[in-house]
């Protein structure tokens, strides 16, 4: 069965750092675009970073271009992203996703809380 567990939330100062872990399982991880989605209470979900397959092209929303770095490690089923200067509007519920295209499916991990405030 497809698993996506996220892990590495957490409470953090403005203008600090934390690195998010997402493992998955029950697929064949290195052959799917992997993307990282946020969301604020009241806001809509967001597409915050996205690599692919090969991990050879990133995608970033422009809100956090400069700060967020996402990455994979393929031998091990994971992807990372990793935020550094966070500001408060970056607090949010940290989702893994991916999407089979062949049966029209997305995957979602539970989230992670990340939590920017002084």
């Known amino acids: 069965q497809v698993q996506l567990v996220e892990s590495g939330g957490g409470l953090v100062q403005p203008g600090g750092s934390l690195r998010l872990s997402c493992a998955a399982s029950?697929?064949?991880?290195?052959?799917?675009?992997m993307n990282w989605y946020r969301q604020a209470p009241g806001k809509e979900r967001e597409l915050v970073a996205t690599?692919?397959?090969?991990?050879?092209?990133?995608n970033y929303a422009d809100s956090v271009k400069g700060r967020f770095t996402i990455s994979r490690d393929n031998a091990k089923n994971t992807v990372y992203l990793q935020m550094n200067s966070l500001k408060p509007e970056d607090t949010a519920v940290y989702y893994c996703?991916?999407?089979?295209?062949?049966?029209?499916?997305?995957?979602w991990g539970p989230g992670t809380q990340v939590t920017v405030s002084s």
């Open positions: 029950g697929f064949s991880f290195r052959l799917y675009v």
């Open positions: 690599v692919t397959s090969a991990g050879t092209s990133l």
């Open positions: 996703n991916t999407r089979i295209s062949s049966i029209a499916r997305e995957y």
